[in-house]
């Protein structure tokens, strides 16, 4: 079971004091280690929409603090990858850009991936990209095109190494993202499901991998925080 969950976060830097109060203590108390407003708006967005997202998923209020404040406690795996204490058995993924945030919950492993469109970057495909992800991108005759096919498999990339826990220590050109099949490929297999989700938002691109041995995602919803 896979639900996907957005939320814009534009009115967060009008009510910003407002919504905090009402955070986690486990993001909350994290969100002065930013030094930038839009790094501690984005951070507080993605925990706000953990909350919502939580919550509909279980289809139960979460338990509060003393304070009022749902109460969700992270781990880590050993690579690194965050899980939540109270609810072993879900799975998440966060991820945010420019005004976006967006959250995957599963009964299995996990990655999404947005990215807000800050134009096709070159250099970056030839360090980062398979060789056959460098070949779908010059087959393309327009900027426009390879621009879309650039984020496409950018967030492919990033959501794999977020649904494996290896972050950037995975060698990003040595798995491919097959956009026709829906796949993540490495030496010569499949090794995760890939999905493009479409959240219609103009200059966004949002990726999802997960199991291979699944098919669909159950629902999008999109969340007023």
């Known amino acids: 079971m896979i639900h996907i969950y957005w939320a814009e976060l534009e009115d967060l830097k009008h009510s910003y004091d407002e919504k905090v109060n009402m955070l986690h203590a486990s993001r909350a108390d ?11 708006i984005r951070s507080l967005g993605a925990g706000l929409l953990l909350e919502k997202g939580l919550e509909d998923y279980l289809g139960r209020c979460l338990p509060v603090d003393e304070r009022g404040r749902p109460i969700i406690r992270y781990n880590y795996a050993p690579q690194g990858k965050p899980y939540l204490e109270e609810y072993p058995n879900v799975h998440f993924s966060l991820s945010h850009s420019g005004d976006l945030a ?27 990209y398979h060789k056959d992800e460098q070949k779908m991108i010059d087959c393309y005759a327009t900027a426009e095109e390879r621009e879309i096919l650039f984020y496409q498999l950018w967030t492919g990339k ?12 995975r060698e990003l050109r040595d798995f491919f993202v097959d956009l026709e099949k829906g796949q993540i490929v490495s030496e010569g297999q499949m090794v995760a499901s890939y999905h493009f989700i479409d959240l219609n938002v103009e200059n966004y691109y949002c990726s999802l991998v997960f199991d291979k041995e699944l098919q669909k995602i159950d629902k999008i919803i999109k969340i007023a925080l």
């Open 158 to 169: 990033e959501a794999y190494i977020k649904y494996t826990g290896e972050g950037m220590s």
């Open 102 to 128: 967006v959250l995957a919950l599963s009964d299995t492993e996990v990655g999404i991936d947005v990215q807000e469109n800050r134009g096709y970057n070159e250099k970056v495909a030839k360090r980062f």
């Open 30 to 40: 994290k969100l002065s280690n930013f030094k930038m407003p839009a790094d501690r």
